[in-house]
T-cell receptor, first 111, second 115 residues
Framework: SQTIHQWPATLVQPVGSPLSLECTVE??????LYWYRQAAGRGLQLLFY??????ISSEVPQNLSASRPQDRQFILSSKKLLLSDSGFYLC??????????FGPGTRLTVL | AQTVTQSQPEMSVQEAETVTLSCTYD???????LFWYKQPPSRQMILVIR??????QNATENRFSVNFQKAAKSFSLKISDSQLGDAAMYFC????????????FGKGTLLTVNP
């Protein structure tokens, strides 16, 4: 069965600082991977998805970027964080029966 | 663009009772999939139930069942014999058949279960 690791679990960063959130998966190969953000009191918004190494699709214009350096690694980055980047970030992978399996998430607070 | 609407920001139910959460969606596609996810206080997203649009039969998973009305673009979740552990945020989600598995989520319904 698949496992998703997200690191770190919690992060507090000042405005203007860089960001790197990591997602690694186990138990599958060549997965479709996704980054979602959940702002307070709102649903999940798809930020990026990747169908393979080096392949990134952006869903919304924003202050963030994503990379997929390895088959089972998906990284979310920013050069300069904004207050509006605060939220709960979830990594997910596509599994059988068309649904997505989610990782435990990273809570990001930008001060 | 596809949209998913959950019109009930909050719902409450007595333990052992039944509750129905509403979801409507907007799409021009005929091949799609619908899901209900549960997010407990731990914030881990857990799949509750799925429905393929081409199936007329409503999906059922133990105490959870859906009422899928394709023409009305409605996809409600019924929780029977509610338990304290059912308390969570519930999200309805839509996936277009040819969309690289991308999901569009509603804003969620917070379910409280009263003992």
């Amino acid at each position: 069965s698949q496992t998703i690791h997200q690191w770190p679990a919690t992060l507090v960063q000042p405005v203007g600082s860089p960001l790197s959130l990591e997602c690694t998966v186990e138990g599958t190969s060549n997965p479709n991977l996704y980054w979602y953000r959940q702002a307070a009191g709102r649903g999940l918004q798809l930020l990026f998805y990747s169908v393979g190494i080096g392949q990134i699709s952006s869903e919304v214009p924003q202050n963030l970027s994503a990379s997929r350096p390895q088959d089972r690694q998906f990284i979310l980055s920013s050069k300069k964080l904004l207050l509006s980047d605060s939220g709960f970030y979830l990594c997910a992978l596509a599994v059988a029966y068309n649904e997505q399996f989610f990782g435990p998430g990273t809570r990001l607070t930008v001060l | 663009a596809q949209t998913v609407t959950q019109s009930q920001p909050e719902m409450s139910v007595q333990e052992a009772e039944t509750v129905t959460l509403s979801c409507t969606y907007d799409t021009s596609e005929s091949d799609y999939y619908l899901f209900w996810y549960k997010q407990p206080p731990s914030r881990q997203m857990i799949l509750v139930i799925r429905q393929e649009a081409y199936k007329q039969q409503n999906a059922t998973e133990n105490r959870f069942s859906v009422n899928f009305q394709k023409a009305a673009k409605s996809f409600s979740l019924k929780i029977s014999d509610s338990q304290l552990g059912d308390a969570a945020m519930y999200f309805c989600a839509y996936r277009f058949g040819g969309s690289n598995y991308k999901l569009t989520f509603g804003k969620g319904t917070l379910l409280t279960v009263n003992p």
